[in-house]
C-alpha cells in the first residue's frame, strides 16, 4: 500500500533562517508531487506541483522554492524565512491526471 | 474560472440533529468530486468521490451526492467525532495533462455537540 511521510510535524524557527520540509511516498512511483499551504480561514492554497524528477512548477511568487531530486522526494526550500512563512504546509501525492489527492501529515511551521 | 464555494462556513449541531453541507462548483468539465475530512492539526483525509450526477456515496452516518451544479455532504444523527473541517474539491478535464489538479473549497467546520 501506499504511504507518504512528512516531517517535521511541527517547527519554530528565527525570521532570516532557512528552511527545508522534506516529503516521501512509498509504495508507488511516478506520482504527481504537492506542496500546499493553508492558512486559518484561507482555505488550501497550492504553492508547487511536480510531475516528474526535476520538473517543478509553482503557482504563486513567494520566498519559498521545491526540488523533487528523487521521483518519491519532495522538498520545500526557503533561504530566508519571513514572518508570513507562518502556516501549516501539506504534502500531497496523486496518481495521473485523475484521482485524489493524499495527503501527510501536515507541518506546522511558526516563524518567530 | 473554475470554482468551488462550501456553505455554511460553521455549523454547530446538536448529537443526532441531521443536515446537511453544501459544496456548489463551476468547472468545465468535471472530472470527478471530492469530498474529505480535516481535523484539527491534520492532513485532509479522504472520505468520497462523486464523477456523475445523480451518484451517491455512503459511509456510516455520511451520505455524499451529486447534481450538475452542486455536491451535498448529508450527516445523519451526528456525533460529537464527526466534528471536523469538511473540504470539497473539484477535478476537471485537462487535456494533455497528467496534473489532474484538484480545486478546493474552504471548508465547512462541523462541530456536534453532546
Known amino acids: 500500500s501506499q504511504t507518504i511521510h512528512q516531517w517535521p510535524a511541527t517547527l519554530v524557527q528565527p525570521v532570516g533562517s532557512p528552511l527545508s520540509l522534506e516529503c516521501t511516498v512509498e509504495?508507488?512511483?511516478?506520482?504527481?508531487l504537492y506542496w500546499y499551504r493553508q492558512a486559518a480561514g484561507r482555505g488550501l492554497q497550492l504553492l508547487f506541483y511536480?510531475?516528474?524528477?526535476?520538473?517543478i512548477s509553482s503557482e504563486v511568487p513567494q520566498n519559498l522554492s521545491a526540488s523533487r531530486p528523487q521521483d518519491r522526494q519532495f522538498i520545500l526550500s526557503s533561504k530566508k524565512l519571513l514572518l508570513s512563512d507562518s502556516g501549516f504546509y501539506l504534502c500531497a501525492w496523486s496518481r495521473g491526471g485523475s484521482g485524489g489527492y493524499t495527503f501527510g501529515s501536515g507541518t506546522r511551521l511558526t516563524v518567530v | 474560472e473554475d470554482q468551488v464555494t462550501q456553505s455554511p462556513e460553521a455549523l454547530r449541531l446538536q448529537e443526532g440533529e441531521s443536515s446537511s453541507l453544501n459544496c456548489s462548483y463551476t468547472v468545465s468539465g468535471l472530472r470527478g468530486l471530492f469530498w474529505y475530512r480535516q481535523d484539527p492539526g491534520k492532513g485532509p483525509e479522504f472520505l468520497f468521490t462523486?464523477?456523475?450526477a445523480g451518484e451517491e456515496k455512503e459511509k456510516e452516518r455520511l451520505k455524499a451526492t451529486l447534481t450538475k451544479k452542486e455536491s451535498f455532504l448529508h450527516i445523519t444523527a451526528p456525533k460529537p467525532e464527526d466534528s471536523a473541517t469538511y473540504l470539497c474539491a473539484v477535478q476537471a478535464y485537462n487535456r494533455g495533462s497528467t496534473l489532474g489538479r484538484l480545486y478546493f473549497g474552504r471548508g465547512t467546520q462541523l462541530t456536534v455537540w453532546p
Open positions: 511536480s510531475v516528474g524528477i526535476g520538473q
Open positions: 509504495g508507488t512511483s511516478n506520482p504527481n
Open positions: 462523486l464523477y456523475s
